[in-house]
């Protein structure tokens, strides 16, 4: 069965700093990986997804990136801001698709 | 594009009701949803796959017959919590995605569910 694991579990951080939240997950026959935010009492938003074959994907001051052969992914958030506080989440789908494997979370809290 | 509405937003009611909860796919078509539910602090756990007009998958450890699953279209699904007690209160969110778990997954905005 995948495992997914995410460090750190909570990470506060003052305003502007850039940071890493890392993804770790023990399978690496994936189809892809997807990154999430969740607001506190809200569902999921979708950030980013990285299809196997992709090394990472950009969007705005959001960069991950993928190594299948290691099992990791990074969320890289440039120049935080408090708005970026937040729950993120990866997650993997398993082989048959019938699946979502979910990581446990880093709580941001980006300070002004 | 691709938004997900889950309805109600928050519901609060006696033990031994029976709640609905919906999710639409409101601008494309689902072929298949998950529900989860979520604890506080904890990540989401999945409870049952649903593909459209077919009886839904639950996960291990997940009663059917408490959670009832219904995909009659592909851009609705309902998932029944019934006769409600309060170990059943939580935060359900749905997904829904137009293949498999292998294509993006799309999120609606979760349902607190308080069982008094």
């Known amino acids: 069965k995948q495992e997914v694991t995410q460090i750190p579990a909570a990470l506060s951080v003052p305003e502007g700093e850039n940071l890493v939240l890392n993804c770790s997950f023990t399978?690496?026959?994936?189809?892809?990986l997807q990154w999430f935010r969740q607001d506190p009492g809200k569902g999921l938003t979708s950030l980013l997804l990285?299809?196997?074959?992709?090394r990472e994907q950009t969007s705005g001051r959001l960069n991950a990136s993928l190594d299948k052969s290691s099992g990791r992914s990074t969320l890289y958030i440039a120049a935080s801001q408090p708005g970026d506080s937040a729950t993120y989440l990866c997650?993997?789908?398993?082989?048959?698709?019938?699946?979502?494997?979910f990581g446990t979370g880093t709580s941001l809290t980006v300070i002004p | 594009g691709a938004v997900v509405s889950q309805h109600p937003s928050w519901v609060i009611c006696k033990s031994g009701t029976s709640v609905k909860i919906e999710c639409r796919s409101l601008?494309?078509?689902?072929?298949?949803m998950f529900w989860y539910r979520q604890f506080p602090k904890q990540s989401l756990m999945l409870m049952a796959t649903?593909?459209?007009?077919?009886?839904?998958?639950?996960e291990q450890g997940v009663e059917k017959d408490k959670f009832l699953i219904n995909h009659a279209s592909l851009t609705l699904s309902t998932l029944t919590v019934t006769s409600a007690h309060p170990e059943d209160s939580s935060f359900y969110i749905c997904?829904?995605?137009?293949?498999?778990?292998?294509?993006?997954?799309?999120f609606g905005d979760g349902t607190r569910l308080s069982i008094l």
């Open positions: 990285i299809q196997s074959s992709q």
């Open positions: 997904s829904a995605t137009t293949g498999t778990a292998t294509q993006p997954q799309h």
């Open positions: 399978d690496s026959a994936i189809y892809n």
């Open positions: 649903s593909n459209e007009g077919s009886k839904a998958t639950y």
């Open positions: 997650a993997v789908p398993s082989q048959s698709g019938n699946q979502f494997y």
């Open positions: 601008d494309f078509q689902a072929t298949t």
